[in-house]
């Protein structure tokens, strides 16, 4: 089963972090993937000036807060796997997002349509919450509603980095 494969089959909750190998060129790579797809993104939503300082920072946040939480709980030989799929997932989403970030962006679409499209990017942000807590409950060999806790709290994080450092930037 190739990485990619994996990485769908995590998407949909039927497999782990520890399905990924360890592998810190795979890492090197998803970091290159996720820069790549985050710029196709942001463009949509941030200043030309920011995407680059946005995507370090979302890169900066993720990277920090797996490795605190499993350096609390003893998990460290975990973290290029972890890392691995939490960086896949989001180039993944990255990908899932473009064309709903795209649509509300567009001045000229019609009401209706960016209400359509704001709700699926509040469908596909649920979804990505949930995908990250699966990947916390695998790694840190927790139950799910405290995996969950730590996933809204990666992303309140890095919600609220993001609004303090880029402020007015955004879509909607």
Partial sequence: ??????????????????DLPYSPRLLVQLVLAYILSG???LQTTLNPDDIFSGL??????QYVFTYAVLRALDKRARFVQTFCAILGI????????????????DE?????????MSLMFLLIISWE???????????LEMR??????????????SVALSQLLFPGNGSS
């Fill in 1 to 18: 089963m190739s990485v990619l494969q994996k990485l769908l089959s995590l998407l949909v909750l039927k497999s782990a972090p520890q």
């Fill in 39 to 41: 710029i196709v993104v």
């Fill in 56 to 61: 370090l920072l979302g890169l900066l946040i």
């Fill in 90 to 105: 989001g180039v993944l989403f990255n990908l899932l997002s473009w064309p709903v970030f795209s649509m509300l962006s």
């Fill in 108 to 116: 000229t679409a019609q009401e209706a349509v960016r209400s359509s």
């Fill in 129 to 139: 919450v949930l995908v990250k807590a699966h990947i916390f409950r695998h790694a």
């Fill in 144 to 157: 799910m509603f405290s995996a969950l806790a730590l996933s809204f709290s990666l992303f309140f994080i």
